[in-house]
C-alpha cells in the first residue's frame, strides 16, 4: 500500500547565548509559519533567552546544548536533521551556519540549507588580522549553493560582495503582528515601575549592549539635553558587555543619579516604549532594527542615526534621522540633543512623525508578508496562498518604502 511521502517542515537554527533583534525574528518566524501550516521546530541554546521565548509564545523548541562550544552540540543537531531529511534547514547567524555544516555534511540537491543574514558582515563584525570568521564561514555557505535571505537590500549588497548572485538572494522584510495600546492608567503605572515620572521626558534605548549599538552617544547627548531639559531621562533597555562601561560614562556627567537608568534584559519592550517619549537608534551599523518597528506601531517618534536599511525603509518624515556618519563624529551627542529637545519642546512634530512611521509599518512591515515571503524563499511557494486574503489587507506602499523585489 503506497504511503504518502514525509511532510516538509523548516528547523530553524539560531544558537545564539543573547537576545536582539535576530532572536524576535525568530520567533515570529516560528509561529507564523506554524500558523501557515507549515510544521516547525527551533534548534537553540538550552536556557539562552531565545529558548526563554520560544517557550513563551509556545513554538516548538529543541535545546542542544548549553553553549556553541558545548561538543555535544553537532552531534544533537545531526541527529535532528537526519531526523527531518525533508525539512528546510534555516541558520540564522554564523555560528549557526557553522553547525550546520558541521553536523549536516557536504549539501546535496534536495537537502534545502539557508542562511538568513541580519546585517552587513563588513560593518557589524570584528576581524581577526584582517579576517572575519563570520564572513569566511558565509562565502562557504554561498559556495555550498546554500539559499540565502537577507533582511535587507543593504544586506543583499554586502552577499553580493561575498560572492552571491543577485537572484541567489530573497530579500524577506521583518514584520511585526499588529499591537493592543495600553491605557493611560497602564502608562503611569509603568513609568512608576522604572523610576520615571509623568512629567518627565522619557528617551529609550533598546539593544545588546556593545560596541556596534553605540549607546554611549546615547548617554552624552542625554546629559546635555538634561542642561536645557532638566527632566529629560534616559532609559536603557539591553545587557552585554559594554554596560559597565555604560554605566560609568554616565556616573561621569553631571546630573541627577536617575539620569541614566539600566533596566537590563526586559521581555516588555513594546509597553516600554508606548511609555516612553522617543527612542533614540544610535548604531554604527543596522539591518533594519526590529526596535524600530516596535516603535511604530507604539506610536513612539524615533531618532535614529541614518545606517542600514533605516533612512530606505521609513525615511525622513517617518522617522527623524541625523546627518549620515554623524555617530562617528565628536558632535553627534549634541547633534542628537538638539534633535531630543525639539520634540520635547514641539511634542506635535514627535506626533506627526509617529504617525506616518505607524503608516509605513502597517502597510508594509507587518508579519503576514514576512511569513509568504519566508515560504516564497523556502521553496514552498504553494503554501502562499494560505496567506492571500490577509495579505491582501495591507496592499500598498508608503512614503519612504521600497518594496521588496
Same mark, same amino acid.
Given at each position: 500500500?503506497?504511503?504518502?511521502?514525509?511532510?516538509?517542515?523548516?528547523?530553524?537554527?539560531?544558537?545564539?547565548?543573547?537576545?536582539?533583534?535576530?532572536?524576535?525574528?525568530?520567533?515570529?518566524?516560528?509561529?507564523? $509559519?506554524?500558523?501557515?501550516?507549515?510544521? /516547525?521546530?527551533?534548534?537553540?541554546?538550552?536556557? %539562552?533567552? *531565545? =529558548?526563554?521565548? +520560544? #517557550? !513563551?509564545?509556545?513554538?516548538?523548541?529543541?535545546?542542544?546544548?548549553?553553549?556553541?562550544?558545548?561538543?555535544?552540540?553537532?552531534?544533537?543537531?545531526?541527529?535532528? $536533521?537526519?531526523?527531518?531529511?525533508?525539512? /528546510?534547514?534555516?541558520?540564522?547567524?554564523?555560528? %549557526?551556519? *557553522? =553547525?550546520?555544516? +558541521? #553536523? !549536516?555534511?557536504?549539501?546535496?540537491?534536495?537537502?534545502?540549507?539557508?542562511?538568513?543574514?541580519?546585517?552587513?558582515?563588513?560593518?557589524?563584525?570584528?576581524?581577526? $588580522?584582517?579576517?572575519?570568521?563570520?564572513?569566511?564561514?558565509?562565502?562557504?555557505?554561498?559556495?555550498?549553493?546554500?539559499?540565502?535571505?537577507?533582511?535587507?537590500?543593504?544586506?543583499?549588497?554586502?552577499?553580493?560582495?561575498?560572492?552571491?548572485?543577485?537572484?541567489?538572494?530573497?530579500?524577506?522584510?521583518?514584520?511585526?503582528?499588529?499591537?493592543?495600546?495600553?491605557?493611560?492608567?497602564?502608562?503611569?503605572?509603568?513609568?512608576?515601575?522604572?523610576?520615571?515620572?509623568?512629567?518627565?521626558?522619557?528617551?529609550?534605548?533598546?539593544?545588546?549592549?556593545?560596541?556596534?549599538?553605540?549607546?554611549?552617544?546615547?548617554?552624552?547627548?542625554?546629559?546635555?539635553?538634561?542642561?536645557?531639559?532638566?527632566?529629560?531621562?534616559?532609559?536603557?533597555?539591553?545587557?552585554?558587555?559594554?554596560?559597565?562601561?555604560?554605566?560609568?560614562?554616565?556616573?561621569?556627567?553631571?546630573?541627577?543619579?536617575?539620569?541614566?537608568?539600566?533596566?537590563?534584559?526586559?521581555?516588555?519592550?513594546?509597553?516600554?516604549?508606548?511609555?516612553?517619549?522617543?527612542?533614540?537608534?544610535?548604531?554604527?551599523?543596522?539591518?533594519?532594527?526590529?526596535?524600530?518597528?516596535?516603535?511604530?506601531?507604539?506610536?513612539?517618534?524615533?531618532?535614529?542615526?541614518?545606517?542600514?536599511?533605516?533612512?530606505?525603509?521609513?525615511?525622513?518624515?517617518?522617522?527623524?534621522?541625523?546627518?549620515?556618519?554623524?555617530?562617528?563624529?565628536?558632535?553627534?551627542?549634541?547633534?542628537?540633543?538638539?534633535?531630543?529637545?525639539?520634540?520635547?519642546?514641539?511634542?506635535?512634530?514627535?506626533?506627526?512623525?509617529?504617525?506616518?512611521?505607524?503608516?509605513?509599518?502597517?502597510?508594509?512591515?507587518?508579519?503576514?508578508?514576512?511569513?509568504?515571503?519566508?515560504?516564497?524563499?523556502?521553496?514552498?511557494?504553494?503554501?502562499?496562498?494560505?496567506?492571500?486574503?490577509?495579505?491582501?489587507?495591507?496592499?500598498?506602499?508608503?512614503?519612504?518604502?521600497?518594496?521588496?523585489?
Amino acid at each position: 500500500m503506497p504511503t504518502d511521502p514525509p511532510r516538509s517542515g523548516a528547523l530553524l537554527v539560531d544558537l545564539a547565548r543573547h537576545s536582539g533583534g535576530a532572536e524576535t525574528r525568530v520567533v515570529d518566524t516560528a509561529r507564523g $509559519l506554524a500558523q501557515a501550516g507549515v510544521p /516547525v521546530t527551533v534548534v537553540c541554546l538550552t536556557g %539562552s533567552p *531565545l =529558548a526563554d521565548a +520560544l #517557550a !513563551g509564545a509556545g513554538v516548538p523548541a529543541s535545546g542542544v546544548a548549553r553553549s556553541k562550544w558545548d561538543p555535544r552540540l553537532v552531534p544533537a543537531l545531526r541527529k535532528l $536533521l537526519l531526523s527531518r531529511p525533508n525539512w /528546510v534547514v534555516d541558520a540564522h547567524n554564523a555560528q %549557526s551556519q *557553522l =553547525a550546520v555544516h +558541521l #553536523a !549536516g555534511g557536504p549539501h546535496r540537491p534536495g537537502k534545502r540549507r539557508v542562511a538568513t543574514v541580519h546585517s552587513e558582515y563588513d560593518l557589524s563584525e570584528r576581524r581577526l $588580522l584582517g579576517v572575519s570568521v563570520h564572513e569566511m564561514v558565509l562565502r562557504r555557505s554561498i559556495r555550498a549553493g546554500w539559499g540565502l535571505v537577507a533582511v535587507t537590500t543593504s544586506v543583499r549588497s554586502d552577499l553580493e560582495r561575498l560572492g552571491a548572485g543577485r537572484s541567489d538572494v530573497h530579500v524577506v522584510w521583518s514584520g511585526i503582528a499588529p499591537r493592543r495600546s495600553g491605557s493611560m492608567v497602564q502608562r503611569r503605572a509603568l513609568r512608576r515601575d522604572i523610576g520615571v515620572g509623568d512629567g518627565d521626558f522619557v528617551v529609550l534605548s533598546v539593544g545588546r549592549l556593545v560596541t556596534v549599538k553605540n549607546v554611549g552617544m546615547a548617554v552624552r547627548a542625554v546629559a546635555l539635553l538634561h542642561e536645557r531639559l532638566p527632566r529629560a531621562r534616559l532609559v536603557v533597555v539591553g545587557d552585554g558587555p559594554e554596560r559597565q562601561a555604560l554605566e560609568q560614562l554616565a556616573r561621569q556627567h553631571a546630573g541627577p543619579p536617575d539620569l541614566v537608568r539600566f533596566l537590563g534584559r526586559r521581555d516588555d519592550v513594546a509597553e516600554l516604549l508606548a511609555s516612553s517619549d522617543a527612542l533614540t537608534i544610535t548604531s554604527l551599523t543596522e539591518g533594519l532594527p526590529y526596535v524600530l518597528l516596535e516603535a511604530a506601531a507604539a506610536g513612539t517618534p524615533v531618532v535614529s542615526t541614518s545606517v542600514g536599511a533605516i533612512p530606505e525603509a521609513f525615511g525622513p518624515s517617518a522617522a527623524v534621522l541625523l546627518p549620515p556618519r554623524v555617530e562617528t563624529q565628536p558632535d553627534g551627542a549634541s547633534i542628537l540633543a538638539g534633535e531630543l529637545l525639539t520634540l520635547a519642546l514641539r511634542p506635535e512634530l514627535g506626533q506627526g512623525v509617529a504617525a506616518r512611521a505607524a503608516a509605513v509599518q502597517h502597510r508594509r512591515f507587518h508579519v503576514e508578508s514576512m511569513i509568504a515571503d519566508t515560504i516564497t524563499a523556502y521553496g514552498l511557494a504553494p503554501l502562499r496562498a494560505r496567506l492571500t486574503a490577509s495579505e491582501a489587507r495591507h496592499e500598498g506602499t508608503s512614503e519612504g518604502v521600497v518594496s521588496s523585489p
